[in-house]
């Protein structure tokens, strides 16, 4: 349905009066997405997640690269062709007050696309309206209302009732759900899952609670400094990481008992930079199975098993294994 | 005796509206040495409880009632210039979420914390600098001579934290109180967090109170919670019996409506919103969304009650004590 290749996107910051340097957000990303897939994008702040989700989805053209819907190029698209897409491919926003304009009664806001993109009769559009309002769980009588004047689950719900209004078949939903409460977030998420089917929706669901990106996803792309580092089924991904940063990330998610204080398996250090990523393979300065080799040879993603697939030469000729990352976290218990 | 023992504190926001309950006499204790959690949802009072004990609530939040008692002093009514030269910052200390914001950005780190030591400690400038050092070593900062230079801006989330915290210990608190401390972080960086604050109260015996809306984070770090719901206590006590057979309905909802791998179906959730303040509900505020709901819960307030396995609990139709918990006490 939707296909990334080799996508790179690089951002031009001035470091001093005469120079600029190259933030590598996105540095040759390359995946696909199944017909009513879910895909998860994770990762730290800063490793790309966000602009990949953008440029995927062409709100920002890419440095270089190719995004294919459906077999169309879309990097390639400019002007009307590119306005006549636009309405099959949605995006969900984080901050949902700052995705919504404040002028605008909400009704407005989700009749908006259809307007635009001439998808409703005028006659129609207010039927349409209250349709994706009850949709998404919202009560009529907040239809007259502004953003400011509904809660921040409510103003989620219509960015999400906005983005079903010109019947999409792509989704990307950036972090919908983290500025939400527990028990907020709960709701939202079994609508989201319901909207998926009932729509028969293709989604990205890109955020940094794997909590959520377990319950949710099919598939899950781990990204590590602007590349993905492993692909593979959720649950793979969750119980048998092959990649030495999934393995870390995992070890994290708080599990079925909460109180469990069992010692996890830690990176030192922090993130470096995306202006100058180490040479090689980006985790090897952090990399507790770090090899020569790690920081001469660029890793590419190779398959463990057809359906998995980690950037790793270690993990991929089977010199390192989940078990390893257990050990290394039990030496730590100690 | 309790290091710090709050009593029906009461505190409001007076709007044009109306008058807003956001504390509704709330009563906890915090032993010394000991980690209390105060977990809660957006507006269930747990920040507003932290700013009440220190007295740093902004206008147009008031303290209405209720006392804080702290070595036999109340806090509430001790004069504004006795909190700040003898309490504030030096026996409690607090942290934010933040870290970035709540340093000042135009002046290094090293100069913040060596004024924080002459000021408060009465250190000359060379024995500050020393000291300053030492405490960025113990809260694990590579290379902390050269950090002292570092404008906050220069520093990561996580290394903002911990430079932070090394603030707020300066002056050897009792007290640390830690207002959402990992919110905004990453995963592992939370977890250096959380385990750096583990050691620091193993080594230093200073209590911490953990303001939270995130249970698994409470879950590592605490040795109580208290769960709060629109400016009262629903339940307390050690964070084992409430989060293996928690027994009021709120706490029991908060639990059951995480996502997780291998769930199948919907995830469970609490019916409704949370509580109006400006007009809340009758008898238990929690009544209109909860499951267990019996008439007495819309006309009185239950009370604070022991119940097994060892918690206090504000509730009328509690929850069933879990089995497993029962059989091994």
């Known amino acids: 349905m939707l296909a990334v290749e080799k996508l790179v996107k690089h951002y031009p910051i001035k470091t001093g009066a005469f120079r600029t340097e190259q933030v590598r957000a996105v540095d040759g990303v390359s995946f696909s997405v199944r017909r009513g897939e879910t895909l998860g994008l994770v990762g730290e702040s800063g490793c790309g997640k966000s602009t990949l989700g953008r440029v995927a989805l062409r709100l920002e053209p890419p440095t270089s690269g190719a995004v294919r819907y459906r077999d169309v190029d879309l990097t390639r698209l400019r002007g009307r062709p590119l306005r006549h897409l636009r309405p099959k491919l949605q995006m969900v926003f984080q901050d949902p007050l700052g995705s919504l304009n404040p002028r605008m009664k909400v009704s407005q806001t989700v009749a908006e696309p259809l307007v635009l993109h001439h998808l409703a009769a005028p006659r129609e559009i207010r039927t349409r309206v209250r349709e994706l309002f009850d949709r998404v769980g919202l009560s009529d009588e907040l239809l007259d209302r502004y953003p400011h004047e509904l809660s921040g689950g409510q103003q989620q719900r219509v960015g999400i009732a906005r983005a079903l209004a010109p019947h999409p078949e792509v989704m990307v939903l950036d972090e919908p759900t983290s500025a939400l409460d527990v028990s907020v977030q709960a709701k939202l998420i079994n609508l989201l899952r319901r909207l998926k089917e009932d729509f028969d929706l293709t989604q990205v669901f890109i955020s940094h609670d794997l909590s959520v990106i377990g319950y949710l996803t099919d598939r899950v792309a781990v990204m590590y400094l602007g590349e993905i580092v492993e692909l593979g089924p959720t649950a793979k991904i969750f119980l048998m990481p092959r990649h030495p940063y999934t393995g870390a990330l995992m070890s994290a998610v708080p599990g079925e008992d909460l109180l469990d204080r069992r010692t996890r398996l830690m990176l030192p250090g922090e993130v470096p930079s995306p202006i100058n990523p180490p040479p090689a393979c980006r985790l090897a300065p952090r990399c507790p199975f770090v090899k020569d080799r790690c920081r001469e040879e660029k890793q590419v993603l190779r398959p463990v098993e057809p359906d998995h697939l980690v950037a790793c030469w270690r993990a991929a000729e089977g010199e390192i294994s989940p078990e390893d990352f257990e050990r290394t976290r039990l030496a730590l218990e100690v | ?329």
């Open chain 2, 1 to 329: 005796m309790a290091l710090l023992e709050v009593s029906d504190l009461r505190t409001s926001f007076f709007l044009r509206g109306g008058e807003l309950r956001v504390l509704d006499g709330v009563s906890l204790e915090i032993e010394a040495g000991e980690v209390l959690g105060l977990v809660g949802e957006t507006g269930s009072g747990k920040s507003v409880t932290a700013y009440s004990i220190t007295r740093l609530l902004k206008e147009p939040g008031r303290v209405v009632g209720g006392q804080v008692m702290w070595d036999g002093r109340d806090l509430v009514r001790l004069w504004e210039s006795e909190l700040e030269q003898e309490i504030r910052g030096k026996e409690i200390s607090m942290i934010f979420q933040s870290p970035r914001e709540a340093l000042n950005p135009v002046i290094t780190v090293g100069r913040q914390l060596t004024q924080v030591l002459r000021i408060r400690r009465g250190m000359s400038r060379r024995d500050a600098r020393a000291e300053a050092i030492r405490i960025l070593k113990s809260v694990y900062i590579s290379d902390p001579e050269s950090r002292l230079d570092s404008y906050p801006h220069e520093l990561s989330g996580g290394m903002a934290q911990r430079i932070m915290i090394a603030l707020a210990l300066s002056c050897e608190p009792r007290l640390l109180i830690a207002d959402e401390p990992t919110t905004g972080l990453d995963v592992t960086t939370q977890y250096q967090i959380v385990l750096l604050l583990r050691e620091l109260r193993d080594r230093t015996g200073m209590a911490i109170l953990l303001i939270t809306h995130d249970l698994a984070l409470a879950a590592q770090l605490c040795d109580r919670v208290a769960v709060l719901y629109a400016g009262r206590i629903a339940e307390v006590g050690p964070i084992r019996h409430l989060f293996r057979s928690p027994r009021h309905p709120y706490t029991d909802a908060l639990l059951a409506s995480r996502p997780r791998l291998g769930l199948q179906g919907d995830i469970l959730t609490i019916p409704g919103n949370v509580a109006n303040l400006m007009r809340p509900p009758g008898g238990c505020r929690f009544h209109p969304r909860c499951p267990n709901a019996t008439e007495v819960c819309a006309q009185l307030q239950p009370p604070l009650e022991p119940m097994d396995p060892g918690q206090r609990v504000a509730c009328h139709n509690p929850m069933p004590q879990r089995q497993e918990l029962a059989a091994s006490g």
